[in-house]
C-alpha cells in the first residue's frame, strides 16, 4: 500500500484531492517501517556494505540507465545543450531537484544515509539518537529554501528522517507488546485522528523538499498514523490473509506473492517516474489510467527481473524465482 501510494502521488500531482491526507503518512511509513523491521547489534561494516548492494547499486545503476533515456529524449526531442547537461546534472546529484526520470531516486539514497546513521548511533546512549532526529527536525525548520533537501543524494534529509525511524523501533519493542487486545480498532482510530488533524488544517510533510510541516506535530501525527496503519495490517489485514489461506489453500502462493510484490518496491520507486513521462507523452492525460499503467508496469519489471540474476544489481534482494527449478529462493537478503 506504502509503494503504490508513492505512485498515486505522482500520478495525480496536484489534481489529487484528498492529496494532504495522503501526504501526511505516505514517506513517513516508508521510515516508520524502516524502524519496525530494525535489527539490532549487527556488525557496522558487514549492515552498510549489504545496505550499499541492496540500496544504493540499483539506485546507480538506474541513475546511468535514465541517463541514457535523457540522452534519447535529447535525440528525439533535440534539447537545448545547456537543458540536457543540467538535466544530467540535477539527476545525479540527487536530492530535492532530481527532475524526471529521476523522480523518487531521492527516496532510495536517503534510506541508505538513514539506516546507516541509525547504525552508527546505535552503539551510542540511545538519547543520542534522539538528540540528533529532533535536532535534524530543527534544522529542516530553520534552514531556508529546502537547504538539507538540497544536499548530495539528499543525504541531509537523514537527519529529520531518523525520528521517524527511532519511532518505528519503539513502538515495536515497548508499545506494541503492551497492547494485548482490540488492535485493530485502536489503529483505526489513531488513522482517524490524524485525518481530522488534516481537516482541522494540520500542514502535511513534502520531505522531498525539506518540508516537515507544523514543527514536531505534523511529524507526530505522521508516526500515529503510521503506528495505526501497521496495528490495522498486523491485526485485521494479516487475520483476513490468513483466513483466505486456511480456506482455499493457496497460503503458500499468498506468501510467495506478498514477498515478492514487496521485495520489488526499489524498481517501482525507481521506475515508475520514466513510465509516467512516457504515458504523457503518447497523450495520456486520465490520471487513473496514468496510476495504473505506471504501477502495473513498474511492478511487473520488478517481478520479471526477480526471475532473474539482474534481481541482485537493479532490485536490490537476490533471485527468487529460478525457471528451471520447482523450489524458489526466497531467503530474506
Known amino acids: 500500500m506504502s509503494i503504490a501510494a508513492v505512485v498515486l502521488g505522482h500520478a495525480y500531482l496536484a489534481d489529487l484531492r484528498f492529496n494532504a491526507y495522503l501526504e501526511i503518512w505516505r514517506m513517513p511509513l516508508f521510515f516508520f517501517l ?22 544504493l547499486v540499483p539506485y546507480l545503476l538506474w541513475s546511468v540507465l535514465m541517463s541514457a533515456v535523457v540522452l534519447q529524449w535529447n535525440r528525439r526531442d533535440q534539447l537545448d545543450g545547456e537543458h540536457l547537461r543540467s538535466l544530467l546534472a540535477a539527476g545525479w546529484y540527487g536530492g530535492a531537484d532530481q527532475p524526471p526520470p529521476w523522480w523518487a531516486f531521492w527516496f532510495i539514497s536517503v534510506l541508505f544515509f538513514v539506516t546507516v546513521l541509525r547504525r552508527l548511533l546505535e552503539h551510542l546512549p540511545s538519547w543520542i539518537a534522539w538528540a540528533v532526529a529532533l535536532t535534524g527536525l530543527v534544522l529542516a525548520h530553520v ?31 515497548h508499545v506494541v507488546p503492551r497492547l494485548r487486545r482490540h488492535r485493530a480498532v485502536l489503529g483505526t482510530t489513531l488513522v482517524l485522528a490524524g485525518m481530522l488533524a488534516v481537516r482541522l488544517g494540520l500542514p502535511p510533510h513534502n520531505i522531498k523538499f525539506g518540508g516537515f510541516g507544523t514543527f514536531l506535530l505534523t511529524p507526530v501525527v505522521g508516526v500515529v498514523m503510521s503506528a495505526g496503519m501497521v496495528l490495522v495490517f498486523g491485526a485485521f489485514v494479516e487475520r483476513q490473509l490468513r483466513t483466505l489461506a486456511r480456506r482455499t489453500g493457496t497460503g503458500h502462493a499468498l506468501r510467495s506473492g506478498i514477498t515478492a510484490l514487496t521485495r520489488t518496491g526499489t524498481v517501482v520507486v525507481l521506475l515508475h517516474g520514466l513510465v509516467l513521462m512516457e504515458v504523457m507523452r503518447l497523450g495520456v492525460e486520465d490520471d487513473l489510467v496514468k496510476f495504473t499503467v505506471a504501477l502495473g508496469l513498474s511492478w511487473a519489471v520488478g517481478l520479471a527481473l526477480l526471475a532473474t540474476p539482474l534481481s541482485r544489481p537493479l532490485a536490490g534482494v537476490p533471485q527468487q524465482w529460478h525457471p528451471l527449478s520447482p523450489s524458489t529462493a526466497g531467503a530474506r537478503p
Open 34 to 55: 524502516t524502524g519496525w523491521f530494525w535489527t539490532r547489534r549487527r556488525p557496522v561494516l558487514p549492515d552498510v556494505s549489504a545496505r550499499f548492494r541492496a540500496l
Open 143 to 173: 534552514i531556508p529554501e529546502s537547504g538539507l533537501a538540497r544536499t548530495p543524494l539528499g543525504v541531509g534529509l537523514a537527519l529529520p528522517c531518523l525520528f521517524y525511524v527511532l519511532c518505528g523501533e519503539s513502538f515495536r519493542r
